[in-house]
């Protein structure tokens, strides 16, 4: 490729690599829309540009956002969240009725819901469905540990029985990430051949790196409340729904602009200027929207050396890495409480080895632990750029304290693969939105997430925050629940972070949540 096609992307810094990219977008877009009797399907239509190609459509096989983003328009689950993260009913009637001791749930189904293959959603799909999240996910699991049995009462009603209390049971199947998404029974395979849900839109056609195609589900059974965040009423406003990779960041933020895309997901947050000022797009912005983390590998290698993990954690500068990750202080903030002041769930715990670069007491740590020089890998992904500038700030607190490192820059597909094999790193860097309740995010405070983290004080302290119902008592209990991590450092929070996305300037109905939802979104 010449200089010469592409100047004006030249002048923004991007590489040749990075404008191919961008002119893969857009050839992307033009096999959509070139001709005209697409271009009047396409007025109907919203082109999404997400940060990468999904790994799986399977909404259960991975923990990771961006398959559930796009099949939370296809699945529907028991359950969901409001605009305040409030659990409600979605295929649910209402939420449950719960014995006073907590151990046995009942909840009735919707009935006339239809699924996607034309006939009534009825609870033999919802115990099949959520016997497969049971089996597959690490919130499933957590779940499955406490379980007696899913029974059928009748053809639209269940019964969950426990052997020990799970308060946060509703807000598990709420949570649109490794979800517990609930799909035609005879549709259930693994992996998943036929996506057969009850949503708005119903799964059409994928095409790997170019494009994964949503269509309107004209049989859709919409509740009847207002909508509310990812509750209530939900309509297909758009015919065709088209989510498309775009790696790059850079060109997410120029086809957005450009008009290109509708919507752009993940940009970097310096880019809230040039999206404001170019008057074809508008800035999209949380803050909080959430926490980046780091993930220690704990089950072999050099992590699994608690005293070494220590180490690494007395070592970083949380705030140096958020800077370099987001630049204007109005973008982050570091502190080392899970949850804003607001929450039940607000703790202070570990603020004293938080944050504090300490590379004289890393070394102390190191010396101790006998450590041999053994690499650091550290797992991270362009895609997401924020987490590669924090792993280059990271790599240089780690070599100040004396640890050698090694930088594995992947695309993010590969670092999902990559996560589940403990023999291939030992930190890994993503990130997650708030949620209510703490056992929904980070997975690894359950049980069996990459990064393996079990030990009897983690055990201990878990067992305990979840044997409780009441809100204040809970707050007390997560404290020490904090406590554990900020010792033993399965994972490190690094701080809160604003989301910075894109829309069009046509783009109506769109509410802003963790997980972008397009239902009940239009081009004005």
């Keep these: 490729m010449t200089k010469s096609r592409h100047p004006q992307f030249l002048q923004l810094g991007l590489s040749r690599r990075e404008v191919g990219g961008l002119a893969l977008g857009a050839a992307t877009i033009a096999a959509f829309i070139g001709s005209k009797g697409a271009s009047a399907q396409a007025a109907n239509s919203l082109n999404l540009a997400m940060i990468g190609e999904p790994q799986t459509l399977d909404p259960m096989a991975s923990t990771a956002d961006l398959p559930s983003l796009i099949m939370m328009h296809v699945y529907e689950s028991l359950y969901t969240f409001d605009q305040k993260l409030n659990a409600r009913p979605m295929l649910a009637v209402e939420m449950p009725k719960v014995s006073a001791d907590g151990l046995t749930y009942d909840i009735d189904i919707r009935k006339g819901v239809k699924l996607h293959s034309g006939r009534d959603l009825d609870v033999e799909d919802v115990i099949a469905s959520l016997k497969r999240w049971i089996e597959m996910t690490p919130r499933g699991k957590s779940v499955g540990a406490a379980l007696v049995s899913i029974d059928a009462k009748g053809t639209h009603g269940l019964t969950i029985k426990l052997k020990s209390p799970v308060p946060a049971l509703v807000t598990h199947m709420a949570l649109p990430s490794g979800y517990a998404a609930i799909m035609a029974k005879e549709s259930i395979a693994t992996p998943l051949v036929n996506y057969i849900g009850t949503g708005p839109y119903r799964f059409k056609e994928r095409k790997p790196d170019q494009f994964v195609i949503l269509t309107r589900f004209d049989g859709y059974s919409a509740r009847s409340e207002a ?119 607000h703790s202070m715990a570990g603020e004293k080895v938080y944050n504090k670069a300490d590379a004289a007491g890393a070394k102390k740590l190191l010396a101790e632990a006998k450590y041999d020089g053994t690499p650091v890998r550290i797992l991270n992904s362009k895609q997401y750029e924020f987490h590669h500038a924090m792993a280059l700030v990271m790599a240089e607190n780690l070599k100040a304290a004396g640890f050698k490192t090694q930088l594995d820059v992947v695309d993010w597909a590969t670092l999902v693969q990559r996560r589940a094999d403990p023999a291939l790193y030992e930190v890994y860097i993503t990130h997650s939105s708030f949620y209510p309740e703490p056992m929904l995010s980070p997975p690894q405070l359950g049980a069996g997430a990459p990064g393996w983290w079990d030990s009897p004080a983690k055990n201990a302290a878990i067992s305990a925050f979840n044997a409780e119902s009441d809100p204040v008592k809970r707050g007390a209990l997560w404290a020490k629940v904090q406590e554990v991590v900020y010792d033993e450092v399965p994972y490190i929070r690094v701080g809160e972070f604003a989301a910075l996305c894109a829309g069009s300037m046509r783009l109506t109905g769109y509410v802003p949540m963790p997980m972008p939802a397009f239902w009940n979104v239009s081009l004005g």
């Design 227 to 345: 909508p509310d965040g990812y509750a209530g009423k939900r309509e297909a406003k758009v015919a065709e729904l088209r989510f498309i990779p775009v790696p790059n960041a850079n060109t997410r933020v120029e086809g957005a602009i450009a008009g290109q895309y509708h919507f752009a997901d993940q940009l970097p947050v310096e880019a809230f200027r040039r999206v404001t000022d170019s008057g074809s797009a508008k800035p999209i912005l949380m803050m909080p929207y959430g926490f980046p983390y780091l993930v220690t590998n704990t089950k072999q290698g050099l992590f699994a050396d608690k005293k070494i993990r220590q180490a690494f954690q007395l070592a970083l500068n949380e705030g140096e890495m958020l800077g370099a990750a987001f630049g204007d202080e109005k973008f982050y903030r570091a502190t080392p409480a899970h949850f804003p002041q607001s929450s039940p769930f």
